[in-house]
């Protein structure tokens, strides 16, 4: 069965930086287009930043453009999230998600399959 585990979150001090890997497994994770989604206490879904399959395009949330960066290793079904110069808005819960197709999307629908999240603090 599909399975995505996060890691990687904690807590960082505002300018700080953190690296969320996400291990896929039960698909053939090259084939699929991924994203990192986030929810803040008391707010609704964002999504933060989507890859397509071979790594060749990406898309970012105007809140983190410039400061997080989004890759894979498809030789390792890896998917990670850096994130740099770390502001107290960013403290959320980070999920990985599976897009459907090759290429993915911001919105829920074109989305199946999600991780637990792992969450990440940055204290004001």
């Known amino acids: 069965q599909v399975k995505l585990v996060e890691s990687g979150g904690g807590l960082a001090q505002p300018g700080g930086s953190l690296r969320l890997s996400c291990a896929a497994s039960g698909f053939t994770f090259s084939n699929y287009g991924m994203s990192w989604a986030r929810r803040a206490p008391g707010k609704g879904l964002e999504w933060v930043s989507t890859?397509?399959?071979?790594?060749?395009?990406?898309y970012y949330a105007d809140s983190v453009k410039g400061r997080f960066t989004i890759s894979r290793d498809n030789a390792k079904d890896t998917l990670y999230l850096h994130m740099n110069n770390l502001k107290p808005e960013d403290t959320a819960l980070y999920y990985c998600?599976?897009?459907?197709?090759?290429?993915?999307?911001?919105?829920?629908?074109?989305?199946?399959?999600w991780g637990q999240g792992t969450q990440v603090t940055v204290p004001s």
């Open positions: 890859i397509y399959d071979d790594g060749t395009a990406t």
């Open positions: 998600v599976k897009g459907r197709s090759s290429a993915p999307c911001t919105n829920t629908a074109c989305h199946d399959f």
